[in-house]
Every structure is written in structure tokens, then in C-alpha cells.
């Protein structure tokens, strides 16, 4: 393993396996990416490099993070309560794939002894579309409806299409976009980095050329003082064509690295209701998810829920897992367009999806918060 810091009061940034040079102005490429990392402030170099390497340990005593042969980035961030693990997007990033937004994946939060977030499915392969972690978030997947990314109607076979997050995508011969097809990425979007000790934020600016352009920001927050961490978002249409897109976050949630089964529930503010049969695996039963039976090994069941109103109070699901007693809240700030489920052995996902329309030059921004608690 090797931790290195940019300058003496900087905060770590940590690989498993390999060695690099990654210092603030400069520019990391490779494989048609870049990601530049443009300030870092915050922790001095002797603890950031305990708290990075801590995590970076944990995860593979854990047997659920980075394999020891791939060198993926990662930093870590703290406010003295809670630390998150977070890979970095760019060239030996931990997810290359086409379908997730690269920036701002928490793979590891811990908090009083517990843990959140887990890798869900093993080999991992950075460049498969379906290998993201954590906080994975997608932008116009096209799904049962949804509206696909933002030009994909306008462009021919073989022309570029435009995916938030990630970049350019060549579109082939078939009827409608699929969010699990394995799109070939002909020009990754460029990070900024910037950093500090309790927060992270990413920069893409990206165009097709068609008239399709966007500036897109995130930023991960640990309050001082408070047991959550926010990730708030900002998105302003730079083209001269309307933005017709959705968003939500996957939210793959494991507790103390527990396989899914009846020691998990999960709880909504609203009666939820699965709209598909898991063949007696999980019931809803008033505001609350439970699970009859372990899921198990390559067992993957997906639902839609119902009953939600398309309001603010209900963007919110809580994950607790009754063994540890530890549970993570998530709460969004943006009324609901969908709510869907998603469980498999390793994570439980409950995922809120957004509504997203700009006309040029319009700016939206949403947030979610992660709230930890232990009962």
C-alpha cells in the first residue's frame, strides 16, 4: 500500500498497490481520461495518512474493498466523528464504466465502531457498467419510461451521445438505450479535484457539439459536529437545447458487513408497497420492509414501490440493521418522481429518483443526507 500527501498540511491520498505521483496542478491522464486535482487543504500529513491508510486497511480486512493488484485512489474525510472512504474518478479510478456518474462514490463510512457501504459483487471490474459502490448515482437511465441521457434520440448509430458524469458514449444499432448495456466511452469527461479536510468537490464541463452542454458539480460534506454526511449537487445547462433528464441515487447499503436477510429492515415515511412478487422473500407491511429469509449468493430481486406521494416528506428510506443496532437515514430535498428497491446477498438499495428539466442557461441543485445513528 502506499499513502502519499501533496504538501506538508494536505490530507492523504491512498492507493492499494502501486505507486504514483499525484500532486496538486497537476494532471493525471491515461486511457483517454483526465482528472486534475486543483487545491487541497486541510489535515496534516501525519494524520491523514493514519486515517487513510486505517480505512483503506479496514476494507480489505473486511474482504469487501479494492483488490491488492488495482491501484484505485481513494481519500479520506473526517470531522472527527465520521470518516468516509471516497474513490476518485480518472484513469486507474475504482469505477470506469459507462453507466454511473465516476465522481463522489463513498465506498466506506465508519462511525462508532460500525460500518456502512460494502463492495456488492465480486471479481470486481472497474470498466463493467454495473460495478459501482456506495453512493452511485446515474443520470437519464432510460428505464420503464424515464427519459434517456439528454441526446441519445438525436444521435445516429455510430455518432456520440452525452451521459452526465461520465462523458461521450458511442451509440449503437438497437431500439432504446439500456442502462446495462456496456456502451464504449469515446471520451471520458475531465475532473477538478478539489478537497479539505471534512469535504470534497468535483467539477466536469462537458459538450456533444449538437447543442447539448452542461456544467455539473458535486460536493461531499461531513458538518462539523453531526453524524451525517451530505452530497449536494449543481447542474446548469451551458448548451442551447433543453435538459430533459432524471437522476437517483443506487444508496448500496450493507451495515457492518452483514449479508441481507431478516436481521435487515427497512423503513419510509409513507405505507410502502412492493409492486413485484419476490417469491416470499421480503413483505411490506405498513411503512416497513423486512425480509422472510437470507438472500442468497447471486440471488438479485428489484421492485418498484408504491405509495409514496410525490412530495419532499416522502424522498426518505432508513436502513437498519436489528443485530448491531446501527442504521443509516437517507433523506433527499427534491420531491419524488420514482422509488425503487433493489437487494442482493451483499446490499440493500433504496433508490430515489429526481425529476431534471433546464432550458439554456437554467441552474438546478439538489442534496441528500446520510444521517448515522446507533440504537
Not at 494536505?10 to 486543483?38: D, Y
Not at 452542454?213 to 460534506?221: F, V
Not at 451525517?228 to 446548469?236: T, W
Request: aromatic share 12%; with cysteine; hydrophobic share 35%.
Amino acid at each position: 500500500m502506499v499513502c502519499a500527501t501533496a504538501r506538508k498540511s494536505s490530507p492523504a491520498l491512498c492507493w492499494i498497490g502501486a505507486s504514483h505521483n499525484l500532486q496538486p496542478g497537476k494532471r493525471q491522464e491515461g486511457r483517454g481520461h483526465e482528472v486534475e486535482i486543483v487545491r487541497v487543504r486541510g489535515l496534516p500529513s501525519c494524520l491523514g495518512i493514519i486515517v487513510a491508510c486505517f480505512f483503506t486497511g479496514s476494507l480489505r480486512a473486511g474482504g469487501q474493498g479494492m483488490r491488492a493488484r488495482a491501484p484505485y485512489p481513494v481519500i479520506t474525510l473526517t470531522n472527527g466523528l465520521v470518516a468516509l472512504g471516497v474513490y476518485l474518478p480518472g484513469p486507474e479510478g475504482y469505477y470506469r464504466g459507462p453507466r454511473f456518474d465516476w465522481s463522489g462514490m463513498v465506498a466506506r463510512v465508519t462511525y462508532k465502531g460500525h460500518t456502512f457501504f460494502r463492495q456488492w459483487k465480486r471479481p470486481h471490474d472497474p470498466l463493467d457498467q454495473e460495478d459501482g459502490i456506495g453512493t452511485a448515482e446515474e443520470f437519464g437511465c432510460g428505464f420503464e419510461g424515464m427519459p434517456p441521457p439528454m441526446d441519445y434520440g438525436t444521435a445516429s448509430v455510430g455518432q456520440t451521445f452525452l451521459k452526465i458524469g461520465v462523458g461521450l458514449l458511442l451509440k449503437v444499432r438497437q431500439p432504446t438505450y439500456l442502462f446495462t448495456y456496456p456502451y464504449r466511452i469515446i471520451k471520458a469527461g475531465r475532473w477538478r479535484i478539489h478537497h479539505g479536510k471534512n469535504w470534497l468537490g468535483f467539477r466536469q464541463v462537458m459538450s456533444d457539439g449538437r447543442g447539448w452542454a452542461y456544467l455539473y458539480r458535486k460536493r461531499i460534506t461531513l458538518p462539523s459536529g453531526s453524524a451525517e454526511f451530505i452530497i449536494s449537487h449543481y447542474l446548469k445547462n451551458t448548451g442551447h437545447r433543453t435538459i430533459f433528464t432524471t437522476t437517483y441515487c443506487h444508496n448500496m447499503v450493507a451495515i457492518d458487513n452483514d449479508p441481507i436477510g431478516p436481521e435487515y429492515k427497512v423503513e419510509f415515511p409513507f405505507a410502502a408497497k412492493l409492486v413485484r412478487n419476490w417469491r416470499g422473500l421480503a413483505r411490506s407491511r405498513g411503512k416497513t420492509i423486512t425480509f422472510r429469509r437470507p438472500v442468497a449468493k447471486g440471488e438479485e430481486e428489484f421492485s418498484d414501490l408504491r405509495g409514496f406521494r410525490h412530495k419532499v416528506a416522502d424522498n426518505e428510506a432508513t436502513v437498519i440493521n436489528m443485530k448491531t443496532g446501527a442504521e443509516i437515514t437517507i433523506l433527499g430535498n427534491r420531491p419524488l418522481l420514482a422509488f425503487h428497491f433493489f437487494v442482493a446477498r451483499t446490499v440493500v438499495c433504496p433508490e430515489n429518483f429526481i425529476r431534471i428539466e433546464l432550458k439554456p442557461g437554467q441552474v438546478t441543485t439538489w442534496r441528500n443526507v446520510y444521517r448515522l445513528g446507533v440504537r
